[in-house]
Nanobody, 126 residues
Framework: QVQLVESGGGLVQAGGSLRLSCAAS????????MGWFRQTPGKEREFVAA????????SYADSVKGRFTTSRDNVKNMVYLQMNSLKPEDTAVYSC???????????????????WGQGTQVTVSS
């Protein structure tokens, strides 16, 4: 079974930073690209960032490019999302996810990721 547990969310002022972590107790972590998604009430889940199995390929939503960075530690089975220059519109529940593929396929993220964590709340005040 796959288990993904996020941490690091919280309340931050606009312009601030947060670092989200995702611990993956999954024996398939060694074969999966990993990603971050976010969702606000009444809206569909939105892709944020993804990273390939070997970390060599990353993909970001246009809304977070240049502000967010994802990384992974395949020894510790951890995935990270460094979020800088946060804006109120970044407020959401952030979830990490595991892909059915090892690589990242830009534009296909919503279909490629099929295992999700419970999420962690990020609130950015203005």
């Amino acid at each position: 079974q796959v288990q993904l547990v996020e941490s690091g969310g919280g309340l931050v002022q606009a312009g601030g930073s947060l670092r989200l972590s995702c611990a993956a107790s999954i024996r398939f972590f060694s074969s999966s690209a990993m990603g971050w998604f976010r969702q606000t009430p009444g809206k569909e889940r939105e892709f944020v960032a993804a990273i390939s199995l070997n970390g060599g390929i990353t993909s970001y939503a246009d809304s977070v490019k240049g502000r967010f960075t994802t990384s992974r530690d395949n020894v510790k089975n951890m995935v990270y999302l460094q979020m800088n220059s946060l804006k109120p519109e970044d407020t959401a529940v952030y979830s990490c996810a595991a892909s059915i593929y090892a690589s990242v396929r830009p534009g296909q993220e919503l279909g490629d990721f099929n295992t999700w964590g419970q999420g962690t709340q990020v609130t950015v005040s203005s």
